[in-house]
C-alpha cells in the first residue's frame, strides 16, 4: 500500500513514521517551501502525546530538543495564587511532557522520519482530489500530481482535506481570542527553570516558562469578541504589540509587563481556531487526523499530542484491519470519544480566559478549589496517562452508540 500524507507539521511525519512501521509506504507533501519557517512559538507536549512517539521509538529527539514541564501554577492578576496544576502522567507512569519550540518539534519529527527513509516533498499545496475505485489522486497549487492508495489529511486546522471529504464541513470556530509570544534574555523571574506559570489578568492572560539557559518564553492570550479579519492582524507589527501587551498587563501582579516590555522577540499574533465537532471524518480513500479533523482550543495543550496519538492509531487500525475503509472506520470509532472529550474541556478552560468583570471574580474564587479538586483528578489521568500501544492489536469498529 501507498499512502499520501497532506501536511508536514506534527501529525504528517508521525504518520508517515509510524505506517513506514507498519509495512505501509509514506511520503509527505508540504505546501511550506521548506522547513518549519513561520512555524509560531513554542508548545507543550504532553506526556500522552510523548508516549505515543514512544510507541514507535521516536520520542528521543524530541523530548532531547524541549525542557520538561509537568506542572503549572495559576495565579490571579492580583498575584492570589490560585493553585497547581499538573500536565503531565501521573508521577513515575511514564514520560513527562515538555516544552519546545514549535519549529524545533517540526524539524526533530521531520529528521527522524528521513532518517527512516520517508521523502518530503516541499512546495506541494492540495488544491484537490480525486478518486477512482483503485487509487486517489492528489492535485497540487503547482500543477503537478501523486497517486496512491490512500491520502491521510494532516494539513491542520484550516485543511483541504476536510473540505473534499465533506464539501459542507463547518468551518473552523473561532475561540474569542488572539495568540501571540515571544523569547525575553536577561530578564530574571523569581522561579525555578522548568517551572511554568500562568496569570488570569484582568485584561488578558499570560503565561511564561522559564527555559534551562535562563530565557523567559511567554505567550499572551488576548480576548477580542469578535473575529478580526486577518489584514487587520497582519497589520499590528511587533512594537505595536509590544505597547498593547505592555498595557494591558500593567495593572496585573506579576513579570508580565516587565517581560513584554523587554523582549527581543514577539511573534505575529492571530485569532485562535477550534475544530468542535467534524461530523465526517473520511470518505472511500481519503481520511484525516489532527487538527484537520478535531483541533482542541489551544488552551488544552493537546492538540499536538492528540495530533500523535492519531497517526499512530491509524497506522496500527491500516495494519490491523482488513480494508482502507474498515480500518479508517475502527480508527474513528477509537479516537472520536478521546478527543471530543478533550475538546470539550479545552472549551471550558478557553471561555474561562476571556471572562468578564463577573466572570473574573467568579472564576478567581472558585478556581482554588476547582484546582484543588482537579489536581489529580480522573480527567487529568485519562489524559495524560492515556498510553499507545504499538503491539495491541487495533479493535474492529463497535457498530454505532
Ligand atoms: C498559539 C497556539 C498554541 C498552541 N499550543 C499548544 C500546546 O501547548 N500544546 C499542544 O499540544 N498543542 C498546542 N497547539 C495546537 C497544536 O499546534 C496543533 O494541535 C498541532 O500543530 C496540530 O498538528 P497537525 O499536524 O494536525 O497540524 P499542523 O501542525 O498545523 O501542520 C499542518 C501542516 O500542513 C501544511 N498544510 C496546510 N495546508 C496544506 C495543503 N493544502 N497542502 C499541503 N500542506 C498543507 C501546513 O503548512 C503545516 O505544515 C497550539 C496552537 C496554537 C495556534
Redesign the pocket.
Known amino acids: 500500500m501507498k499512502a499520501l500524507i ?7 511525519p508521525a504518520a508517515a513514521m509510524a505506517l513506514r512501521r507498519a509495512g505501509i509506504d509514506a511520503t509527505v ?4 517551501p521548506s522547513g ?1 519557517e513561520g ?8 506526556s500522552n ?1 510523548i508516549d505515543a512517539l514512544r510507541a514507535i521509538g521516536a520520542d528521543t529527539e524530541v523530548v532531547s530538543a524541549g525542557f520538561p514541564t509537568p506542572e503549572i501554577v495559576v495565579y490571579s492578576g492580583t498575584g492570589k495564587r490560585l493553585g497547581v496544576t499538573r500536565v503531565s502522567g501521573t508521577a513515575g507512569s511514564g514520560p513527562v511532557s515538555h ?1 519546545l519550540q ?1 519549529a524545533g518539534l ?1 524539524g526533530a519529527l521531520r529528521d527522524e522520519a528521513r532518517r527512516r527513509g520517508v521523502p518530503f516533498v516541499h512546495g ?4 484537490a482530489a480525486e478518486e477512482t475505485p483503485d487509487e486517489v489522486r492528489a492535485l ?1 497549487a503547482d500543477g503537478s500530481e501523486a497517486t496512491g492508495d490512500l491520502l491521510i489529511g ?8 476536510r473540505r473534499l471529504i465533506d464539501p459542507t464541513a463547518p468551518a473552523p470556530a473561532y475561540a474569542g481570542l488572539l ?1 501571540l ?1 515571544g523569547y525575553t534574555r536577561g530578564v530574571p523571574v523569581d522561579v525555578e527553570p522548568g517551572s511554568y506559570h500562568m496569570i488570569f489578568g484582568k485584561r488578558g492572560f499570560f503565561g511564561y516558562a522559564l527555559a534551562p539557559g535562563g530565557d523567559v518564553w511567554w ?1 499572551a492570550n488576548v480576548p477580542r469578541p469578535d473575529e478580526p479579519a486577518r489584514h487587520e492582524t497582519e497589520a499590528i507589527g511587533a512594537e505595536e504589540w509590544r505597547a498593547r501587551l505592555v498595557r494591558m498587563f500593567a495593572d496585573d501582579a506579576g513579570p508580565a509587563a516587565r517581560l513584554v516590555r523587554a523582549s527581543q522577540e514577539i511573534l505575529p499574533a ?1 485569532p ?1 481556531h477550534t475544530v468542535p465537532r467534524l461530523p465526517l471524518w473520511h470518505r472511500h480513500r481519503m481520511i484525516v ?4 479533523a478535531h ?2 482550543s ?1 488552551s ?8 500523535l496519538e492519531d497517526a499512530v492509531e491509524l497506522a496500527k487500525c491500516l495494519r490491523d484491519r482488513p480494508g482502507i475503509e474498515e480500518a479508517f472506520s475502527a480508527y474513528e470509532a477509537l479516537r472520536r470519544p478521546r478527543v471530543e472529550r478533550i475538546v470539550r474541556q479545552a472549551a471550558r478552560i478557553n471561555n474561562s480566559k476571556a471572562a468578564g468583570p463577573v466572570g473574573r471574580v467568579v472564576r478567581d474564587a472558585l478556581m482554588p478549589l476547582v484546582l484543588k479538586l482537579t489536581a489529580d483528578g480522573k480527567q487529568l489521568r485519562r489524559t495524560y496517562d492515556h498510553r499507545t500501544d504499538w503491539d495491541a492489536p487495533a479493535p474492529a469498529a463497535t457498530p454505532a452508540r
Open positions: 497532506i501536511g508536514g507539521g506534527i501529525a504528517g507533501y508540504e505546501a511550506r518549519a512555524a509560531g512559538v513554542f508548545l507543550t507536549l504532553g502525546g516544552t514549535r517540526y506541494k499545496r492540495l488544491t497540487f494532516c494539513d491542520g486546522i484550516h485543511s483541504a482535506v495568540g509570544g505567550f492571530g485562535l487526523i489532527g487538527d484537520a483541533a482542541p489551544p488544552s495543550g493537546q492538540g499536538a499530542s492528540l495530533s
